[in-house]
Every structure is written in C-alpha cells, then in structure tokens.
C-alpha cells in the first residue's frame, strides 16, 4: 500500500481521486488550500517531510483562466514557482509526483491531435504559468515526475461547462453554444481512475496525455448533454467564439494525442461520450 499525499483537496479532481483512494483503502493525506499554500516553500518542505508519502498529486492550482491575464505574477507564483517547491520537496522525501497540466500549453493552430512531444507555444498567462509549472516538475523529477495533460474537465465538484449547461437546460428555452473550438470532455473521475492505474505501474516518467478519446466541440458537447437529459438538442444554437470575448484566448483546436498510454502499456481513456454517460454529473435529483 502506498501513501498517497494531494493537494488542492477540495477541488474537482482531488474530489474524485480522494474518493477512490479511500475506497480501495489507501493511506492517504488530504490538504486543502488553508492547509497548504504552495507559495510557502518552507511549508511546502515541512508538510512532505512530515508525512513522508510516497506518491504526490497536486490538485492545488491557480485556474481562473481570464484572471491569470491582469494577475500573472500571482498565477506564476502557485501554477510555477510552487510546483518547483512541491517538486524539490518530493525529492527531498523520494516520493514519485503528479502534476496534471492543461491543454493551454499549446496554441490551438494544429489541425491533427498534438502528440506528447509536440512543442509547446502557450496563447495565455495560464497557459504560460503551467508550463512553467510542467518544466519544473520534468527537471526537478527527471525518474519520478509525471505530467498529466488534460483538458474540458467536468464533475461533481465545482462548476464546470457539463454541470453549467444541465442547469440551463431547465432555465432556458434555447441556448447559443461556440461550435469553432474543438477539444476533448474528460471526466474527472477518469483522470483520476487513470492517475491510480499509472501509479499502479509506473511507467517511463514524463509528459502524457490525460483526455478521453475523440472529440467534440463546446456546441457538439452541450447537445450531446441535451440529449442525456431527455432534452431537445435542437434548443442548442451554434455560434462563433467572436460572440463571447473573453479576457483570454482560448486555443481553437485543442485535441491531443495519447500515443504513449500504449508504450506505457495501458489503453487511452475511453471516448467522452461513453465517460459522459457513465458519469454521475447528469443524474438528476
């Protein structure tokens, strides 16, 4: 049995992985952010040598995507700086490390899925401070490290689009939904299914992929929503991402791919529409 420590415990993946470590029995540590502020090195140090874990998954990230681009030195601060913190402290103790990272690392102007090594060119001040974050854990950990790329991740836990658009459904007769972004819906709880089977493994350490397979846009995953729900999806208007300006770009195309799941010896995660499914975030009260 491993001793597992995680971070960012109240938030949406923590939430998912927590519950399945307990359930299978695990010894595991839970800190939230009043436990824990990564921008406290010492603290950071002082925690991971007292509970001495043998696997850290850092849930704790800066994630509000628009506020990163006027705050990008605070952003910095907790998405780069305290991962590098984090990371340096997991070697002090030798524990193995996951930091699940996003999609934002790339710019969105692929036409097919960007594979693990494709390079990196963020078009955001979050993409930039998880890259940061990335390359701190890759050149603090170079034998225990592990990226997580994820991307469009939903569950129960905190607000997320899926949960967003099942509570508009009841609200609003018809809803207009971006169709020019493309990228993959993830369920929280299969990240964090796939986080327990890759440290089940241990498998070359480095940079993997982490979505469901296929992909969707924002407009073809709200129908999809719709019709879960036993909703009309024809309430659901495409429309262009020039309708709803945001502080921060987003990436147009966001696919990535998961080529190294198979040399790892581990299938990619299934498609999102069979994860939407299976999720329990469209079970109605």
């Known amino acids: 049995m491993s001793r597992w420590l995680v971070t960012g415990a109240s938030g949406m993946l923590a939430a998912e992985l927590l519950g399945l470590l307990r359930a299978r029995g695990e010894s595991v540590v839970a800190l939230a952010r009043d436990d824990l502020d990564l921008r406290d090195g010492r603290a950071v140090r002082d925690l991971v040598a007292g509970h001495g874990p043998d696997v850290v998954v850092n849930c704790a990230a800066w994630t509000a995507v628009d506020d990163a681009e006027t705050h990008e030195r605070e952003a910095l601060a907790v998405n780069g700086h305290g991962v590098r913190a984090l990371a340096e402290a997991c070697k002090h103790v030798g524990a193995l490390m996951i930091q699940p990272s996003t999609d934002y690392v790339f710019d969105g102007t692929a036409t097919e899925p960007y594979p693990e090594d494709a390079p990196t060119c963020p078009v955001n001040a979050y993409g930039r401070t ?4 990335e390359r701190a854990v890759l050149e603090t950990l170079p034998e225990t490290g592990y990226v997580l790329r994820t991307a469009w991740l939903y569950g129960e836990a905190g607000g997320n689009f899926v949960s967003t658009i099942a509570g508009l459904e009841r609200t609003r007769p018809a809803l207009d939904v971006v169709d020019d972004q493309l990228g993959q819906p993830t369920w929280a709880g299969d990240l964090a299914t796939r986080i327990v ?4 493994i241990a498998p070359e ?6 979505t469901c397979s296929g992909q969707a846009s924002w407009y073809e995953l709200a129908r999809e929503i719709f019709t879960l729900l036993g ?3 024809e309430r659901i208007r495409p429309v262009s991402s020039t309708e709803f300006p945001r502080p921060a770009p987003r990436p147009a195309y966001s696919v990535l791919g998961h080529d190294r799941w198979t040399t790892a010896g581990l299938p990619p995660m299934r498609d999102w529409r069979e994860a939407l499914r299976g999720s329990k975030v469209l079970i109605s009260d």
Request: net charge negative.
């Open 197 to 200: 089977e890759l440290v089940g």
């Open 205 to 210: 350490p480095g940079v993997y992929h982490a």
């Open 130 to 133: 998880k890259l940061a974050g």
């Open 231 to 233: 909703a009309d999806p």
